[in-house]
């Protein structure tokens, strides 16, 4: 895979982040008009500057390291991230509505106890950590994956915390 396919790879991903941004907003809105309640909102700009850090640190050591397209590890790393996009989406879906990518609490909803909810606590943040360490990856761009994950899991600490504390104020199905 030459740099200039990794690119429009790196391209692709920004574009699905653009469409979960519109998704977001839009159900930001429908949740505000319930009486929805923000938690945790002094992280999120971190989240926010991580995630672009991985689309933009991968292409810069891509194409300022010179990294490699190393078949027998770019290959397995890029059906990697493509399951982790999809486990995203099943998570999107899932909870319809409800998804953002803050931490919004609409009250007297309960728990979505459904799709990849049902298998764990936190699947969204599961495909996060698998994205991070596996689209760099695709083409070595090795400093990319272990500087975002580092970042991200101290930022993710924080935020199943606040995920955590938000959703024991949600009534149980």
């Known amino acids: 895979m030459p ?8 391209g692709l991903v920004a574009l699905e982040r653009a469409a979960e941004l519109v998704v977001a907003k839009r159900n930001l809105a429908w949740a505000r008009r319930r009486g929805g309640v923000e938690h945790g909102r002094g992280h999120y700009a971190g989240i926010v500057a991580v995630q672009a850090g991985l689309l933009g640190g991968a292409l810069l050591e891509v194409w300022l390291l010179g990294r490699p397209f ?30 953002n990518t803050r931490v919004v609490i609409v009250p007297g909803l309960p728990l979505v106890d459904r799709g990849p909810y049902r298998l764990m606590p936190h699947p969204n943040y599961a495909a996060v950590v698998a994205e991070g360490i596996a689209l760099p990856l695709v083409h070595t761009a090795w400093l990319t994956a ?24 949600a009534p149980r199905a």
């Open 3 to 10: 740099p200039t396919w990794f690119t429009l790879l790196i």
């Open 146 to 169: 272990t500087l975002f994950t580092v970042v991200n899991l101290a930022l993710l600490r924080t935020r199943v915390r606040v995920e955590n504390t938000a959703l024991r104020t």
């Open 70 to 99: 190393v078949p027998a590890l770019g290959w397995p790393m890029l059906a990697v991230a493509v399951l982790a996009q999809g486990l995203r989406w099943w998570c999107i879906t899932t909870l319809g509505r409800r998804w």
